[in-house]
């Protein structure tokens, strides 16, 4: 009896061959222009949702884009005391008397306004879609 005859056929597709050229590049310049459009929309709702009473703290709020390559990060907030109460509030406490008030007086405490998480949550949305978007547009997915 004759050995039966075989052919085989063997297909081999490295990762490697499928990455576009200078990707890394590519997506790294991507990557950061989707996180500073993402920071910029996250520093939008903060200055939108913080307390405008007297608008100097909302002035104190600032954006920034730190890092480089694939390590980068954008940060928006405000290193204010007053932005920091309104943010996690504070508790009942006695405001020292001075000038015209030598007794002092009891301050009832201020509720937390969550001014930076209510932005944080709606850009960290835009941040993922603005990601996967870059990602998508260097290795023409989607």
């Known amino acids: ?3 039966e005859a075989s052919i085989t ?4 597709k490295d990762v490697s061959d499928r990455i576009p050229r200078n990707a890394q590049q590519r997506l790294e310049t991507a990557m950061r222009a989707a996180i500073v459009r993402s920071t910029r929309f996250g520093f939008g709702l903060a200055f939108g949702n913080i307390n405008k009473r007297t608008g100097q703290t909302a002035l104190t709020i600032n954006e920034r884009i730190v890092g480089g390559g694939s390590h980068v990060e954008g940060r928006w907030g405000s290193s204010d005391n007053v932005a920091l109460i309104l943010e996690k509030g504070s508790r009942a406490h006695r405001i020292p008397g001075s000038f015209g008030i030598p007794q002092g007086v009891w301050h009832p405490g201020t509720r937390p306004y969550r001014w930076l998480e209510r932005s944080g949550a709606p850009a960290g949305a835009v941040a993922k879609a603005e990601l996967r978007a ?3 547009s260097v290795f023409g997915l989607g």
């Open 134 to 136: 870059a990602f998508a």
């Open 9 to 12: 056929f063997r297909f081999r």
């Open 1 to 3: 009896m004759a050995p």
